[in-house]
């Protein structure tokens, strides 16, 4: 089976635009979850999506959102992009139940902010 | 907050065992532990979880107290290529998404 996919890989915007970034689970995967990493913070939970719905969310500010397609696709979506927001953004996928804690990560995408 | 404790670092001889320890001492009866690692710039990669009893895959074992409160996870041949940061996470009961709460894992060194 192919892995977790995740475009863009690099990305560089400057301060106030937005960004969208996309991820694809593995085959029969359908949770998929967001995942913020800086050297600061560490891995930090965004949230989580099973069947075109949110069912989990971490304490991030409105500008981060998300939405998962029919597909099980999900994309992230990070608006006014401000310097703090430069850091790997990870997507992983699971089977989504019962066993929804076993994930499969993504190679992440790099984002930079000036 | 994490609800796990591990050392900050380790370091293991090539062709050796490297026994990662893990507290757990807040764990409740049926939270998981899992254990993942994250090699630098690559994305956390699942290794194994397990509820009570031992657990053995082709990546590693996980030997959980009876108590619960403590784990550790066993690279039984640490080669280089296990050199990662290894977080021991706990979370999950089989009804549902329990996101997952990464601390700051050990960072597990093989040497030659």
């Known amino acids: 089976k192919a892995g977790v996919t995740q475009t863009p890989r690099y990305l560089i915007k400057t301060r106030g635009q937005q960004v969208t970034l996309s991820c694809s689970p593995i085959?029969?995967?359908?949770?998929v979850s967001w995942y913020q990493q800086t050297p600061g913070q560490g891995l930090q939970f965004l949230f989580e999506?099973?069947?075109?719905?949110?069912?989990n969310k971490g304490n991030f500010p409105g500008r981060f959102s998300g939405r998962q397609f029919s597909n099980s696709r999900s994309e992230m979506n990070v608006s006014t992009l401000e310097l703090g927001d430069s850091a790997l953004y990870l997507c992983a996928s699971s089977l989504g139940y019962p066993d929804a804690e076993t994930q499969y990560f993504g190679p992440g995408t790099r984002l930079l902010v000036l | 907050d994490a609800k796990t404790t591990q050392p900050t670092s380790m370091d293991c001889a090539e062709g050796r065992a490297a026994n990662l320890p893990c507290n757990h001492s807040?764990?409740?009866?049926?939270?998981?532990v899992y254990w993942y690692r994250q090699i630098h710039s690559q994305g956390p990669q699942y290794i194994i979880h397990?509820?009570?009893n031992n657990e053995t895959n082709e990546m590693a074992s996980l030997i959980i107290t009876e108590d619960r409160k403590s784990s550790t996870l066993i690279l039984p041949h640490a080669t280089l290529r296990d050199t990662a940061v290894y977080y021991c996470?706990?979370?999950?009961?089989?009804?549902?998404?329990?996101?997952?709460?990464f601390g700051t894992g050990t960072r597990l060194l093989v040497s030659p």
């Open positions: 999506y099973f069947s075109e719905t949110q069912r």
């Open positions: 807040t764990i409740s009866g049926n939270e998981y």
């Open positions: 996470i706990v979370g999950g009961s089989n009804t549902g998404f329990q996101k997952l709460v």
């Open positions: 397990g509820l009570k």
């Open positions: 085959s029969g995967h359908r949770s």
